[in-house]
T-cell receptor
């Protein structure tokens, strides 16, 4: 019953460093999403994928890259971290498009601090 | 830009009282969902209401939708301390393959 698993859970980066957040789901979902959550801003969509090998930009894609090489994994990369990317990152997945009234399932979050 | 905006931003009540939070959105939707987030955790789906529905119930939850006013409300009846969490509305957006979340309401229920 793993559901959506994110690694790492906590990370501190120095400005300019790079890192990758890994999201894995074991529900055979086609759709996967990366959101960031900031105080007073709610959740904002960074990138999403509608299937293996596909990616698309969300609301706030700048400074991030993603890849979906395997159906079960969705990677979020920061090439050159900036303090403005300090946030909590959530991965989510759904079997059908979330916008068509389908539930999406969230991971537990990854806390990233850029100093 | 955010599609949904919850009101109030924060709400504190005593156990046993009802909690009402509102969500306003900007564009036409097909569906609206409510999610709950406990502190330090991911979001969990609570309930969905479709644009052709006006009211929906699930246990102690009651959701209403007024498409003419582009607003929804979530009512939690007979609240419990365990209901303490943040609550988010989420609406579909064109193209409808993703959800856009509101800013959330932080609910604190005191024993």
């Amino acid at each position: 019953n793993a559901g959506v698993t994110q690694t790492p859970k906590f990370r501190v980066l120095k400005t300019g460093q790079s890192m990758t957040l890994l999201c894995a789901q074991d529900m055979n979902h086609e759709y996967m999403y990366w959101y960031r959550q900031d105080p007073g801003m709610g959740l904002r969509l960074i990138h999403y994928s509608v299937g293996e090998g596909t990616t698309a930009k969300g609301e706030v894609p700048d400074g991030y890259n993603v890849s979906r090489l395997k159906k079960q994994n969705f990677l979020l990369g920061l090439e050159s971290a900036a303090p403005s990317q300090t946030s909590v990152y959530f991965c989510a997945s759904s079997y059908l498009p979330a916008g068509y009234g389908n539930t999406i399932y969230f991971g537990e979050g990854s806390w990233l601090t850029v100093v | 830009s955010q599609q949904g905006e919850e009101d109030p931003q924060a709400l504190s009540i005593q156990e046993g009282e009802n909690a009402t939070m509102n969500c306003s959105y900007k564009t036409s939707i097909n569906n609206l969902q409510w999610y709950r987030q406990n502190s330090g955790r991911g979001l969990v789906h609570l309930i969905l209401i479709r644009s052709n529905e006006r009211e929906k119930h699930s246990g102690r939850l009651r959701v209403t939708l007024d498409t003419s006013k582009k607003s929804s409300s979530l009512l939690i009846t007979a609240s419990r301390a365990a209901d303490t969490a943040s609550y988010f509305c989420a609406t579909d957006a064109k193209p409808t393959d993703k959800l856009i979340f509101g800013t959330g309401t932080r609910l604190q229920v005191f024993p």
